[in-house]
């Protein structure tokens, strides 16, 4: 009887079991996160720390020509070129015609005699000196960074569709570290401009990988209120970039990227739900945490999820944003915007060579202010409005940039005395430049749903990739004139800091999976919002 008792208990056990299993409880990956992996804990810090490494490597690549291709400090006269008896005036005699000297690139420059002077620091200083890129051939030192800005632009929407619709986001971060590594190395062996120009293009293209996929990454497994925060935080490996040395960003890139786990978002919108759900149980484990084995993650408003369904996408796979009205003008009205943030962000650091100050100090002051940038935009994002914040620092950034003419017209380009007020305004506007750069890539994150999302932001750094192809030329201008540069950057900084009124607020709300799905959940919301409240 005992016997026959225990058989039928545990019958009854087994039964109960089998009806709680089948009785799975569908949820979505934010109700996952913030229910049971938690909000924001050890895990997902040690995903935001590695996949920022790559932050590092891109600002060096970025910015490392505000260096490799600045004007040379100064020049001198070849002394031991002329007879000793002569004055050293004699090598400012400038000799007509040139006959003897053809072929040689440098020909007359500043009304020197050819051979005789010379580039203090020696040729090999930067990439002006070494290629003579002086005079007439003196725009052809804009072409580099303008190419390395371009490639960019193509890199962007190539890992924009590479990570939504085939590798996923890890893997395509892998690429594009492996693929700047590769291209940086063969750049610094440059022989000419023009080798020198198209391994910076590919450089550019390899690169543009990183932010993308990186910002993504880190937003895409943390609950909602801590978005900004993270998305913002990220910017200080950029910072450290520009501080830091190249051989570090080559150990730990390579490194890194493997440990990071791929965004359970994109594995739930290509139909991979046992992965996504795989992940999720990963990140809980590494906060302390376990989740229900009777998960199952779903989409909201779809009826099939992607264990039920035979497709290899959960919702319609030829959604695009181009072909989705409202998708498509929230994109352009972004790209626009990029642009105009771009070209002030990259051309105002490009520019401290046309600052009366010494371009060391005024590079490192620069980089420093990227850190209250960060901290200021993080503590603003945890309750200020995206909108109204991107808004407000780009228009404070165009002020602030034409108040730069003041203290430019007041003091001369080769004035020995350094203009303290002039780079004291520069750098609070480079500051509130910083703070719109990092809270529009964050905004763009949040303005799309997973299925596009890679491929919006591809297309926003795109824009930004843009603007900044285009200033380096403003900046060869700057330095016939200063004070056109700052009015450009000026005017446009504050024309694009209106633009973000045409754009919907994204504080606090959800991660949406499909652009099907975020358009009717926000239609939901506002019809919500234009009823009349019932007293």
């Known amino acids: 009887m005992e016997i026959k008792k225990e058989e039928e208990t545990k019958e009854i056990d087994d039964t109960a079991t089998a009806a709680v299993a089948e009785e799975k409880m569908k949820l979505s990956v934010d109700e996952v996160i913030e229910k049971y992996v938690g909000s924001f804990g050890l895990s997902q810090l040690l995903q935001v720390v590695l996949v920022s490494f790559s932050w590092v490597f891109d600002s060096q690549n970025t910015l490392v020509t505000i260096f490799t291709d600045a004007q040379p400090s100064g020049w001198r006269c070849k002394t031991s070129a002329i007879n000793a008896s002569l004055s050293s005036s004699w ?15 440098s020909g007359h420059v500043f009304g020197l005699a050819a051979g005789s002077w010379e580039w203090i620091g020696g040729n090999s200083a930067t990439t002006i000196a070494e290629w003579d890129l002086i005079c007439h051939r003196k725009f052809l030192a804009a072409i580099p960074t303008s190419l390395f800005f371009i490639g960019s632009i193509l890199g962007c929407t190539f890992y924009g569709r590479l990570a939504d619709a085939w590798l996923g986001r890890k893997k395509t ?6 693929l700047t590594t590769i291209t940086t190395f ?83 919108v290509r139909g991979r739900n046992k992965e996504a759900l795989e992940v999720l149980r990963k990140l809980a484990r590494w906060n302390r945490k376990k989740l229900p084995d009777n998960i199952d993650l779903i989409i909201p408003s779809q009826a099939t999820t992607g264990s039920e369904c035979d497709k290899n996408t959960i919702g319609d796979e030829n ?25 002030v962000y990259f ?21 420093l202010m990227e850190i209250p940038a960060i901290v200021i935009g993080g503590i603003l994002l945890s309750f200020t409005n995206r909108r109204l914040l991107s808004s407000l620092s780009a228009i404070s950034a165009g002020v602030l940039c034409i108040l730069c003419i003041i203290f430019t017209t007041a003091s001369s380009k080769n004035t020995s005395s350094s203009n303290w007020p002039q780079l004291t305004i520069e750098a609070i506007g480079f500051m509130a ?14 303005l799309f749903p ?28 700057g330095r016939l004139s200063p004070s056109l540069s700052f009015i450009v950057f000026g005017a446009l900084s504050i024309v694009s800091g209106t633009l973000s009124v045409w754009l919907p607020e994204t504080r606090n709300a959800p991660l949406y999976e499909t652009l099907k799905q975020q358009e009717e959940e926000e239609e939901e919301k506002h019809r919500r919002l234009r009823q009349p409240t019932m007293v």
């Open 433 to 446: 430049s910083s703070i719109t750069f990092d809270v529009l890539n964050i905004y763009c994150v949040e």
């Open 347 to 367: 051309g105002i650091q490009l520019n401290t060579e046309n600052l009366n100050f010494n371009l060391y100090l005024t590079v490192i002051i620069n980089a």
């Open 91 to 105: 090598c400012m005699n400038d000799t007509a015609g040139g006959g003897g000297n053809e072929g040689q690139l």
């Open 173 to 178: 971060l892998l690429l594009a570290c492996i």
């Open 450 to 477: 997973t299925n596009v999302r890679n491929f919006a932001v591809s297309m926003s750094r795109a824009s930004l990739m843009l603007g900044a192809s285009l200033s380096p030329l403003l900046v060869a201008v």
């Open 186 to 268: 063969f750049t610094s062996l440059s022989p000419n401009v023009w080798i020198y120009s198209f391994l910076r293009f590919g450089n550019g293209f390899a690169r543009s990988g990183n932010g993308i996929c990186s910002i993504v990454l880190s937003m895409e497994v943390v609950g909602n209120k801590w978005r900004g925060q993270v998305g913002q935080y990220g910017f200080f490996f950029y910072t450290a970039g520009l501080l830091s040395l190249l051989s570090l960003h080559i150990l730990l890139e390579p490194i890194g990227v493997p440990l990071v786990v791929e965004s359970p978002r994109w594995l739930l």
């Open 319 to 343: 959604e695009n944003i181009w072909t989705t009205r409202w998708a498509a003008k929230r994109m352009i009205i972004v790209m626009v915007f990029g642009f105009g943030v771009g070209f």
